[in-house]
């Protein structure tokens, strides 16, 4: 098995801090649905202030999985058009991938990605064409009984240096998983996830800005509960006082729904507070 690409080393954690909280957008609605011959649409529409505007998306995604072509090609009620044309087994362990974003006589871009994965190390590549000053940006990941390390850098062609650059360093066991990343010398950030039981998740991720005199450090806490088959609860807490709470039931088969909220526990008496819904369809 390939260890994951850089972005996923602490995928985890990322997860479990950031996945199925419902706060965010007043509300969220989405279908989707196969086709007999496995061509798939989804609807996406979400509502991302109180009272404003939806942001909707229609997609359609069609594989080959004789080829490994795919096509995914995407429309938005801002009329931004998304495509990702997807190139996979061109050889064993290579997938390239074109990405393309237009919105006429506003803005467009193109990304070319590469990704090659063997059993010991995976490596990604990621060109952006359409930007005045062309960029790169590469990663390496290579993974030993439980360890994985990965290192990502920016390079700017135009200007011949690099942008920027990370560093991640992971341990995973059976049941548990220790992670610390640095960021251009400056974030630094140690994580910690844990699967307590069967029904049970824990983690928690501290970070810290080097660069800054005095830098506090931030830390947030998660945990994950599965009461049933069919719901779950997640909670949240950050050293800044932000409390943010989850809750998604399965209805019937192809049918979830999510409610969360976020409330500051410093300011209980201010509209700060957060409440949101998301309603999702698969069939």
Not at 256 to 280: C, I, N, R, Y
Request: include cysteine; hydrophobic fraction near 40%; glycine fraction near 8%.
């Amino acid at each position: 098995m390939s260890p994951p690409v850089y972005s996923d080393i602490s995928r985890n954690i990322n997860d479990l801090l950031n996945k199925d909280f419902y706060h965010a957008n007043p509300a969220a609605f989405d279908v989707q649905t196969t086709t007999a011959n496995g061509v798939k649409f989804s609807l996406k529409a979400k509502q991302p202030v109180k009272d404003g505007p939806l942001s909707t998306d229609v997609e359609a995604k069609l594989n080959d999985k004789q080829t490994g072509l795919g096509l995914t090609q995407g429309w938005s009620n801002t009329n931004n058009l998304k495509t990702k044309l997807e190139f996979a087994n061109l050889t064993p362990g290579l997938k390239n991938e074109l990405i393309t974003s237009l919105t006429p006589g506003v803005a467009k871009s193109a990304v070319l990605n590469t990704t090659f994965a063997q059993p010991f190390f995976t490596a990604r590549g990621a060109f952006d064409l359409c930007l005045k000053s062309p960029t790169f940006v590469g990663d390496l990941t290579m993974a030993h009984e439980g360890v994985v390390g990965g290192a990502e850098f920016g390079y700017d062609i135009s200007a011949g240096s690099i942008s920027r650059y990370a560093m991640a360093l992971s341990y995973f066991a059976k049941d548990y998983s220790l992670g610390a990343t640095l960021n251009n010398d400056q974030i630094t950030t140690v994580d910690f996830f844990q699967n307590v039981n069967a029904f049970l998740q824990v983690g928690a991720k501290a970070t810290m800005n080097c660069k800054l005199p005095n830098s506090n450090v931030n830390i947030e806490f998660a945990t994950r509960y599965l009461p049933d088959a069919s719901s779950q609860v997640k909670a949240k807490v950050s050293d800044s006082g932000i409390v943010t709470l989850a809750y998604k039931q399965l209805l019937r088969p192809g049918v979830t729904l999510g409610v969360g909220s976020s409330f500051d526990a410093l300011k209980l008496s201010e509209p700060v507070h957060k409440l949101g819904w998301s309603l999702s369809f698969d069939a």
